[in-house]
């Protein structure tokens, strides 16, 4: 079967001149790259991107203020033997826009690393209100998800996350907490026909103050994925950020 990779440059919701996309198909795998240059601030940010190939929506995301300013994100699909793509987005104040690149397709094989799954690996709870409330009081299975976070953010702006998975998922969704505070929803990735979980995006956390970051207080991410089957997988990934941080 084949798959698409596509490597997309988004602009603001205001387009302005130079935008560009690009969007590359190979024989089997798949690699997805988007960069939106737009602002996130407490009052606007991005709030939903899709993207369709042909009349069949490939991509499905949703996120808040915690998503990066001008965020780089990645995403995976089967391909759909189309010539275009069209990617749509909007922020939380309503606007919208989009963009439709042409695809570009190569002969080339591109191979993947399986991801080891053991569903008998030993079940966990987790009391944390937030993903309580979100699924309630499940059992999840650490298995079968690998998160790459750097061990050190220097940019807490801009914590680069990539999540992937051979899981039959309904959704992926991704947490994060810093140490003395609470647990924050960052974002979710809803499963379509086409999806491969092979994810990338920058989101931002609160830098720390100098206490904080000379006691080397750790933060922490949280993957979860809910499979089609109803079962619920979990990764935890620690991640220290920086002293301060830019959004950039």
Request: proline fraction near 3%; include cysteine; glycine fraction near 4%.
């Amino acid at each position: 079967m084949k798959y698409l990779i596509a490597v997309l440059l988004l602009l603001p919701l205001t387009l302005t001149a130079g935008s560009k996309a690009k969007v590359k198909a190979y024989k089997n795998i798949t690699l997805v790259k988007a960069l939106i240059v737009h602002k996130s601030t407490n009052l606007e940010h991005i709030k939903h991107i899709e993207a369709f190939a042909g009349d069949k929506r490939v991509f499905n995301f949703h996120t808040n203020y915690y998503l990066s300013t001008n965020p780089m994100i990645k995403f995976a699909y089967k391909n759909q033997e189309v010539k275009s793509l069209t990617v749509q987005y909007s922020d939380n104040l309503g606007a919208s826009n989009f963009i439709t690149t042409t695809v570009k397709f190569s002969p080339k094989f591109r191979e993947s690393k399986n991801i080891e799954l053991q569903k008998k690996s030993a079940k966990v709870k987790l009391h944390i209100p937030v993903i309580k409330k979100m699924f309630g009081d499940v059992e999840f299975i650490e298995s079968g998800i690998e998160v790459f976070a750097p061990d050190f953010a220097a940019n807490s702006g801009a914590i680069p996350v990539s999540i992937r998975s051979e899981i039959d998922a309904k959704a992926v969704y991704l947490f994060a907490e810093q140490e003395g505070k609470e647990v924050k929803y960052i974002c979710h990735w809803v499963s379509t026909e086409s999806s491969i979980i092979d994810y990338h995006v920058k989101i931002k956390m609160d830098p720390h103050n100098y206490f904080d970051f000379a006691a080397e207080k750790r933060d922490s991410l949280f993957v979860i994925i809910e499979s089609k089957e109803g079962e619920y997988y979990l990764h935890r990934k620690s991640v220290q950020t920086s002293l301060a941080g830019t959004n950039i």
